[in-house]
């Protein structure tokens, strides 16, 4: 081999490792390139896809309301709830002194990604870097993030939806490990009536998962769980949707779609997208009424510095 064929081969090979994803050469754990995480709202939005909540997006969820039947979708919160690995809820409640027993204040010891919560935009990133491009070693502090804090979340009003894919497939849970497709969403979609997902909308996904909490199965509901794939995610951030949230602890499909992938979905549609994620909520009483699309009511606690938020999120009909 000549030196101009040398040099031919070693520009082609720079040329080829310049032009693909960073990540994904370097990490098999990211899924997105870093450098693809700038808003398209602007160097200082904090506030990603929640942008998309303007007065007519409200407006027009408000025209959803027929009936004015409100429903919880949260699930209690207590030591008995569901949670992993380290994760705890402790709830103390203490008496003052000299009030003769007539007063009642709480403490609580918990993480807040236990029980029903909303995942903020500096929860997951990808390879040390967050939304907008913001790095973690600048926002990250133990005393609260300096920025992405889930304080900059607007309250959620808007249209909701649900697709309920345990009954396209005809069953009261949808395994564990079952990766919902986008021909999942269009298949569900069409059958529930509903013509499309909307810029602004929140999108939940009803699997039957916390029926195992129902059977008494709470280690095998921990072990895994079926949730939207890494194509859905890319199809509902394209749709423009505000929040995507499911009936399970972490949302997105688990075991992952492939070997050494960390959180895919998160790193999509919260890193990337800057869409918010909605865990454990309570699908089912969405189901067991036919509920395909309502307003929806979620607001975060304005913890300053916090990446997520307990949420008690309400559908109205």
């Not at 699930?75 to 009642?104: C, K, M």
């Amino acid at each position: 081999m000549n030196r101009s064929t040398a040099r031919r081969i070693v520009a082609l090979l720079a040329a080829t490792l310049a032009n693909a994803p960073a990540a994904a050469q370097t990490d098999p754990r990211w899924v997105v390139d870093p450098a693809s995480l700038a808003s398209p709202y602007g160097d200082d939005d904090q506030r990603g896809s929640a942008n998309r909540l303007v007065p007519d997006t409200v407006q027009a969820a408000l025209a959803l309301v027929q009936t004015g039947e409100t429903v919880s979708l949260a699930v209690p919160l207590s030591r008995d709830t569901p949670a992993y690995g380290w994760r705890r809820f402790d709830l103390i409640v203490s008496q003052n002194e000299g009030t003769a027993h007539s007063n009642n204040e709480d403490v609580v010891i918990a993480s807040i990604n236990t029980g029903t919560q909303i995942d903020g935009l500096a929860h997951m990133g990808v390879d040390g870097h967050f939304f907008n491009g913001r790095r973690g070693a600048d926002i990250q502090a133990v005393s609260g993030l300096r920025e992405l804090g889930i304080e900059n979340v607007p309250p959620i009003v808007t249209r909701g939806v649900l697709l309920d894919i345990a009954a396209l497939k005809g069953v009261d849970r949808v395994d564990i490990g079952f990766a919902i497709s986008v021909a999942d969403i269009q298949a569900a979609m069409a059958r529930q009536g509903l013509a499309s997902i909307k810029p602004g909308d929140v999108v939940l996904f009803h699997t039957g998962h916390r029926r195992l909490l129902d059977d008494g199965q709470r280690a095998r509901f921990l072990s895994g769980q079926p949730g939207p794939g890494i194509a859905a995610a890319r199809w509902l951030a394209a749709q423009g949707v505000v929040a995507v949230g499911g009936d399970s602890g972490s949302l997105e499909v688990m075991p992952f779609e492939h070997d050494g992938m960390l959180f895919p979905v998160h790193q999509i549609l919260l890193a990337q997208h800057g869409v918010y994620l909605l865990e454990n909520v309570a699908t089912e009483r969405l189901a067991a009424r036919g509920w395909s699309e309502f307003l929806f009511i979620a607001t975060p606690l304005p913890i300053v510095g916090a990446s997520s938020s307990w949420i008690n999120p309400v559908a109205i009909r």
